[in-house]
């Protein structure tokens, strides 16, 4: 019969409570070194193995200490990238970082950082992207309709208002 510990071992879906704090720390180590990853994140990963309490509370300090892991770094590339690739605007942005358990001060920082120029070209291809479905830009309900997808993406209102009241915005659409 074949011996199931080493098996186990050297089988890729480790039965989750059977990771060691040695191996956990190699595993997160690799990860932050490929991806940011957040100081919650982290944790539950760590709770989702098993291990909790001091022994994670170690863990993440020594990922910490060795700069593998970085709240204040995390919330900067995640607030470029969801910007630049996700399109989204600082409300959004703000509420998924509020989800992370992030500190305020680190949250805020974060969306103080954002390039102007960038957001605001973010914003005008959400609206451009959603004035080509619609039939007639230039009506209320058009405008509303553009109004209200931009801030289901978490733009600001006043900002979007801005943009949709600028015809030379809008002349090159339809």
């Known amino acids: 019969m074949e011996n199931n510990d080493t098996h186990q071992q050297s089988d890729p879906m480790i039965t989750r409570r059977n990771i060691t704090p040695a191996n956990a720390l190699a595993r997160l180590q690799e990860l932050c070194a490929r991806s940011e990853q957040c100081s919650h994140e982290i944790l539950a990963r760590l709770h989702g193995w098993g291990i909790d309490g001091s022994v994670a509370a170690r863990i993440l300090a020594l990922l910490r200490r060795d ?14 990238d969801k910007v630049v690739f996700n399109r989204w605007g600082r409300i959004r942005i703000k509420l998924a970082l509020i989800r ?22 973010a914003l005008i291809e959400v609206l451009s992207a959603k004035a080509r479905t619609l039939p007639e830009i230039h009506s209320y ?10 801030a289901s993406r978490g733009f600001e209102t006043g900002i979007i208002i801005e943009l949709i009241k600028q015809p030379s915005l809008w002349n ?3």
């Not at 970085?70 to 470029?80: E, G, I, K, L, M």
């Not at 992370?100 to 070209?121: F, N, Q, V």
């Open 67 to 80: 700069r593998y892991v970085s709240d204040r770094r995390y919330a900067s590339a995640f607030v470029r």
């Open 100 to 121: 992370k358990h992030l500190d305020s001060d680190i949250i805020s920082e974060a969306l103080d950082g954002i390039d102007p120029d960038e957001y605001r070209t």
């Open 141 to 150: 309900e058009s405008r509303s309709r553009l109004l209200r997808h931009a």
């Open 172 to 174: 090159s659409q339809h």
